[in-house]
């Protein structure tokens, strides 16, 4: 046995390996050491517990898992007896031995394939990382991706006179693994996607309550898991809570008494004093954006009346929109008494109907319409009205090519809309530049709906939502160069005051109602998960109210982010920041992703998403994410130059970026530099691919190949060409359409090519990344094409998702670390024949 593998040198190694990268050798690494948990007689007594044994087991990893890794010294409770974790050496057990749970960790540097080899041990089964492992000749078969692997070993005991033995033994070149007990971890797939997380949020009035709507899941029980908690604030602690599932939304009545829940098609209310739950809308199909009359004794929500086709041979489009898949279904406002549960329309409309306020007084709502019409850009025009709830009758107040959202206002009404709102004063290029109209602005609009006065335009961030405060202020999220922060504007002086809410990304806040009004906010930072903060407005302080670190992330290792920005050629300061891996040494060679989007909200610092950055960070690569010119927040001069673009001031920004960024960074291996984008930042993945030989290897995820085509297709082309592209069109732009396409110059394109979609996207036609695919075939360059059934624009399918993560990863893997097993893996097909 090498000296490096004696059971005396177990421990030494595991320390080492969190702080420095491995020599790994052997593809035959002997598991020496392993923590136990004894005694389990009371659990596993050795007896065959019948149809239930299976179950029982997986229940004690299930609930062991919770917990977080162990660590030796750590008791559990069984029945009133106390059992304990312990490090074992193998070599040295005692017979005769009892029935244990070993638990241990593999650590694989890479993509690896092998088995787990044991022996000498009685009816063993395995869990690996949550999930039942079978065994075939004292053997298990296991594909480890590069990170922690926790292993759940359950035995009936030692057999006699023997020294029982566990072994990885990798395939030829899979021998990048080395067992360890160390409680620290690195962030994988599945943690990310499973750590609980808080969704719905509620504050009562008096802002004393706070309800919150909880989501994780758990694999070794195979069960998605929901539940609602009502916190007192006041007392800190936890006066009810429930499972159930996820709730969609919810409210507080106006007087606090009663929590509204919408549950699937049903809305509850929770009586706060009594904790009776009551079903006011009882299993009523397509349900939605409700709220409480403020006399609290109704709840008005939209009831949508789905469209059926009377003949399903033939559909003649009506419109552009016609080709949503939800557009011909029929949304009208209604109003429940909350105490009989009888229901009135409110309107009839013979299209749909959108709620976005209700006055203070309750007398009035305020309401939308969609109208057909493409006369302007962006070839969307919105009809504003107000109904008297007494009469019904309707008071028109304008039409708008913009609506992002309206409140009212104690003189007219708020509005938030782009800088080129027809209406308004928004804009600030003064006809140099075209404004980006996703550059949200808020503006003050009159009583007669005529005029609109622009209260932001010379304020950088971009505004997202808005809430009205009983003194009249306004609550903004707004997006704040790589942040969403929290705004309040003060009306009286006409201000903008930035709120220290205590987190890098905003995510949702709910405000009370009182005079002295407190709010509470969830987000994440780049380097923390989920948190929530309450914050006292007057003394402008968050204070702690949930960390999903210690409970959701305990023990896992992530590498350090830091801030890297430039000032580009033309003068512009280019915001972005960069990942390193855990254990990073400045003085190894690491492979680079280079991340964007540009199409047009940044790449903000929220902790995870689709595109999950600590992942990659925790498979060896240092990642670089940048916010290219054409970006919102950062004021509407930056913004502008998105619009007419399509990349041009983007692809020079990211080149630039990836260049200088490699110049000032010693560790980074230059020769294996990766690119991905996806949408707007997949078409410029493509785009770039046209322009320079940068990059070894690209991904574009729903990326758009030719302008067109996405324009006259996709199912919001022509409406996101009428921002980017405002006033471009085929027939009197062609430079631009084809100029900018990727597809027309793909001759040009030698980079290894990763296209990826899904193959039901309504957004970005597959047909985009089939375009580039065959143009590509037909010159015999690298190209692989992956399409994901069934997914629209994102991947949201559990599973899938993970395929979709590991493809992208392999494909990097196959081509910055000259590791093509994992894509070979993954698609066999693919592999050359040995």
Same mark, same amino acid.
Do not use: C
């Given at each position: 046995?090498?000296?490096?593998?004696?059971?005396?040198?177990?421990?030494?190694?595991?320390?080492?390996?969190?702080?420095?990268?491995?020599?790994?050798?052997?593809?035959?690494?002997?598991?020496?050491?392993?923590?136990?948990?004894?005694?389990?007689?009371?659990?596993?007594?050795?007896?065959?517990?019948?149809?239930?044994?299976?179950?029982?087991?997986?229940?004690?990893?299930?609930?062991?898992?919770?917990?977080?890794?162990?660590?030796?010294?750590?008791?559990?409770?069984?029945?009133?007896?106390?059992?304990?974790?312990?490090?074992?050496?193998?070599?040295?057990?005692?017979?005769?031995?009892?029935?244990?749970?070993?638990?241990?960790?593999?650590?694989?540097?890479?993509?690896?394939?092998?088995?787990?080899?044991?022996?000498?041990?009685?009816?063993?089964?395995?869990?690996?990382?949550?999930?039942?492992?079978?065994?075939?000749?004292?053997?298990?078969?296991?594909?480890?991706?590069?990170?922690?692997?926790?292993?759940?070993?359950?035995?009936?005991?030692?057999?006699?006179?023997?020294?029982?033995?566990?072994?990885?033994?990798?395939?030829?070149?899979?021998?990048?693994?080395?067992?360890?007990?160390?409680?620290?971890?690195?962030?994988?797939?599945?943690?990310?996607?499973?750590?609980?997380?808080?969704?719905?949020?509620?504050?009562?009035?008096?802002?004393?309550?706070?309800?919150?709507?909880?989501?994780?899941?758990?694999?070794?029980?195979?069960?998605?898991?929901?539940?609602?908690?009502?916190?007192?604030?006041?007392?800190?602690?936890?006066?009810?809570?429930?499972?159930?599932?996820?709730?969609?939304?919810?409210?507080?009545?106006?007087?606090?008494?009663?929590?509204?829940?919408?549950?699937?098609?049903?809305?509850?209310?929770?009586?706060?004093?009594?904790?009776?739950?009551?079903?006011?809308?009882?299993?009523?199909?397509?349900?939605?954006?409700?709220?409480?009359?403020?006399?609290?004794?109704?709840?008005?929500?939209?009831?949508?009346?789905?469209?059926?086709?009377?003949?399903?041979?033939?559909?003649?489009?009506?419109?552009?929109?016609?080709?949503?898949?939800?557009?011909?279904?029929?949304?009208?406002?209604?109003?429940?008494?909350?105490?009989?549960?009888?229901?009135?329309?409110?309107?009839?409309?013979?299209?749909?109907?959108?709620?976005?306020?209700?006055?203070?007084?309750?007398?009035?709502?305020?309401?939308?319409?969609?109208?057909?019409?493409?006369?302007?850009?962006?070839?969307?025009? *919105?009809?504003?009205?107000?109904?008297?709830?007494?009469?019904?009758?309707?008071?028109?107040?304008?039409?708008?090519?913009?609506?992002?959202?309206?409140?009212?206002?104690?003189?007219?009404?708020?509005?938030?809309?782009?800088?080129?709102?027809?209406?308004?004063?928004?804009?600030?290029?003064?006809?140099?530049?075209?404004?980006?109209?996703?550059?949200?602005?808020?503006?003050?609009?009159?009583?007669?709906?005529?005029?609109?006065?622009?209260?932001?335009?010379?304020?950088?961030?971009?505004?997202?939502?808005?809430?009205?405060?009983?003194?009249?202020?306004?609550?903004?999220?707004?997006?704040?160069?790589?942040?969403?922060?929290?705004?309040?504007?003060?009306?009286?002086?006409?201000?903008?005051?930035?709120?220290?809410?205590?987190?890098?990304?905003?995510?949702?806040?709910?405000?009370?109602?009182?005079?002295?009004?407190?709010?509470?906010?969830?987000?994440?930072?780049?380097?923390?998960?989920?948190?929530?903060?309450?914050?006292?407005?007057?003394?402008?302080?968050?204070?702690?109210?949930?960390?999903?670190?210690?409970?959701?992330?305990?023990?896992?290792?992530?590498?350090?982010?830091?801030?890297?920005?430039?000032?580009?050629?033309?003068?512009?300061?280019?915001?972005?920041?960069?990942?390193?891996?855990?254990?990073?040494?400045?003085?190894?060679?690491?492979?680079?992703?280079?991340?964007?989007?540009?199409?047009?909200?940044?790449?903000?610092?929220? *902790?995870?998403?689709?595109?999950?950055?600590?992942?990659?960070?925790?498979?060896?690569?240092?990642?670089?994410?940048?916010?290219?010119?054409?970006?919102?927040?950062?004021?509407?001069?930056?913004?502008?130059?998105?619009?007419?673009?399509?990349?041009?001031?983007?692809?020079?920004?990211?080149?630039?970026?990836?260049?200088?960024?490699?110049?000032?960074?010693?560790?980074?291996?230059?020769?294996?530099?990766?690119?991905?984008?996806?949408?707007?930042?997949?078409?410029?993945?493509?785009?770039?691919?046209?322009?320079?030989?940068?990059?070894?290897?690209?991904?574009?995820?729903?990326?758009?190949?030719?302008?067109?085509?996405?324009?006259?297709?996709?199912?919001?082309?022509?409406?996101?060409?009428?921002?980017?592209?405002?006033?471009?069109?085929?027939?009197?732009?062609?430079?631009?359409?084809?100029?900018?396409?990727?597809?027309?110059?793909?001759?040009?394109?030698?980079?290894?090519?990763?296209?990826?979609?899904?193959?039901?996207?309504?957004?970005?036609?597959?047909?985009?990344?089939?375009?580039? *695919?065959?143009?590509?075939?037909?010159?015999?360059?690298?190209?692989?094409?992956?399409?994901?059934?069934?997914?629209?624009?994102?991947?949201?399918?559990?599973?899938?998702?993970?395929?979709?993560?590991?493809?992208?990863?392999?494909?990097?893997?196959?081509?910055?670390?000259?590791?093509?097993?994992?894509?070979?893996?993954?698609?066999?097909?693919?592999?050359?024949?040995?």
């Amino acid at each position: 046995m090498p000296d490096a593998l004696r059971p005396s040198a177990v421990l030494a190694v595991v320390l080492w390996l969190w702080w420095s990268p491995p020599a790994w050798s052997a593809p035959d690494v002997a598991v020496d050491s392993v923590l136990a948990l004894t005694p389990l007689t009371v659990v596993l007594d050795g007896h065959d517990h019948g149809a239930k044994a299976a179950d029982i087991r997986r229940a004690l990893v299930m609930q062991l898992a919770r917990n977080g890794l162990p660590e030796p010294g750590d008791e559990v409770s069984l029945f009133g007896h106390s059992a304990q974790w312990d490090a074992l050496e193998l070599a040295v057990i005692a017979e005769p031995s009892s029935p244990a749970l070993w638990v241990f960790h593999l650590e694989a540097e890479r993509f690896v394939r092998g088995h787990l080899a044991m022996s000498g041990l009685v009816a063993p089964e395995l869990w690996l990382d949550g999930e039942r492992r079978t065994f075939e000749d004292d053997r298990s078969a296991l594909d480890l991706a590069a990170g922690t692997h926790t292993v759940w070993l359950i035995h009936h005991g030692v057999e006699p006179e023997t020294v029982p033995e566990l072994r990885w033994i990798g395939r030829a070149g899979h021998d990048r693994v080395s067992p360890h007990l160390e409680p620290r971890r690195r962030v994988s797939a599945r943690l990310l996607t499973n750590a609980e997380t808080a969704g719905s949020l509620a504050l009562s009035p008096d802002g004393r309550y706070l309800a919150v709507g909880f989501q994780a899941r758990n694999d070794a029980a195979d069960l998605d898991l929901a539940r609602v908690e009502v916190r007192d604030l006041v007392q800190d602690r936890i006066v009810r809570q429930w499972t159930s599932s996820p709730p969609r939304s919810l409210a507080w009545s106006p007087g606090g008494e009663q929590l509204a829940v919408h549950e699937g098609d049903n809305l509850w209310l929770h009586d706060l004093a009594s904790g009776q739950a009551r079903l006011v809308l009882a299993n009523h199909e397509r349900i939605g954006s409700w709220r409480w009359h403020p006399d609290g004794a109704s709840i008005l929500f939209a009831w949508t009346d789905p469209y059926e086709s009377t003949n399903p041979k033939r559909r003649r489009l009506r419109s552009l929109e016609d080709r949503w898949g939800t557009f011909r279904d029929n949304t009208q406002v209604f109003q429940v008494d909350a105490e009989s549960g009888l229901i009135r329309p409110l309107t009839t409309s013979e299209v749909s109907v959108n709620l976005l306020d209700v006055h203070p007084d309750g007398d009035r709502l305020l309401l939308s319409e969609r109208v057909i019409d493409y006369a302007e850009p962006p070839h969307s025009l *919105f009809r504003l009205f107000e109904l008297d709830l007494d009469t019904l009758e309707q008071r028109e107040i304008g039409r708008y090519r913009q609506l992002n959202a309206v409140l009212f206002a104690d003189d007219g009404y708020w509005l938030l809309a782009g800088p080129g709102l027809a209406q308004g004063d928004g804009a600030t290029s003064a006809g140099e530049l075209t404004p980006n109209e996703y550059d949200t602005q808020l503006y003050a609009l009159s009583a007669d709906g005529a005029s609109a006065r622009s209260l932001s335009r010379d304020f950088d961030p971009a505004f997202g939502s808005m809430h009205r405060l009983p003194d009249g202020d306004l609550l903004l999220s707004a997006t704040w160069g790589e942040s969403v922060a929290l705004v309040r504007y003060r009306v009286r002086d006409g201000e903008f005051q930035r709120l220290d809410t205590g987190l890098e990304v905003m995510e949702q806040f709910v405000a009370s109602q009182g005079e002295a009004p407190v709010v509470v906010v969830r987000g994440t930072d780049v380097a923390a998960p989920q948190r929530l903060h309450r914050i006292d407005l007057a003394a402008n302080r968050p204070e702690l109210l949930h960390d999903s670190r210690a409970q959701e992330y305990a023990g896992v290792r992530f590498g350090p982010v830091r801030p890297w920005s430039f000032v580009n050629a033309a003068g512009d300061n280019i915001e972005g920041r960069y990942y390193l891996p855990p254990g990073f040494d400045p003085d190894q060679s690491y492979p680079l992703i280079v991340y964007y989007y540009g199409g047009t909200t940044p790449v903000n610092r929220q *902790f995870t998403g689709r595109y999950p950055f600590h992942l990659w960070a925790a498979k060896g690569y240092v990642v670089y994410v940048l916010q290219p010119r054409g970006t919102i927040g950062y004021g509407q001069t930056f913004s502008a130059l998105h619009v007419n673009a399509w990349g041009r001031y983007t692809a020079e920004d990211i080149i630039e970026g990836t260049d200088r960024f490699v110049e000032a960074h010693p560790f980074i291996d230059a020769e294996r530099v990766g690119n991905i984008g996806a949408s707007y930042g997949g078409f410029m993945t493509m785009h770039l691919a046209t322009l320079t030989d940068r990059y070894a290897a690209s991904i574009s995820h729903a990326g758009i190949s030719a302008l067109t085509s996405y324009w006259g297709q996709g199912w919001w082309g022509y409406g996101y060409s009428g921002i980017a592209s405002r006033g471009s069109f085929p027939w009197n732009n062609p430079e631009l359409y084809v100029g900018q396409s990727p597809v027309y110059s793909a001759d040009r394109i030698t980079t290894p090519l990763l296209l990826v979609t899904g193959d039901s996207d309504t957004n970005v036609p597959p047909g985009e990344s089939h375009n580039m *695919f065959t143009a590509l075939q037909l010159l015999g360059r690298e190209v692989e094409l992956v399409e994901f059934p069934g997914q629209d624009h994102w991947i949201i399918d559990r599973e899938q998702r993970y395929v979709w993560w590991d493809t992208m990863l392999a494909w990097f893997d196959k081509w910055l670390k000259d590791e093509p097993e994992w894509w070979y893996h993954l698609y066999p097909e693919t592999a050359p024949e040995e």
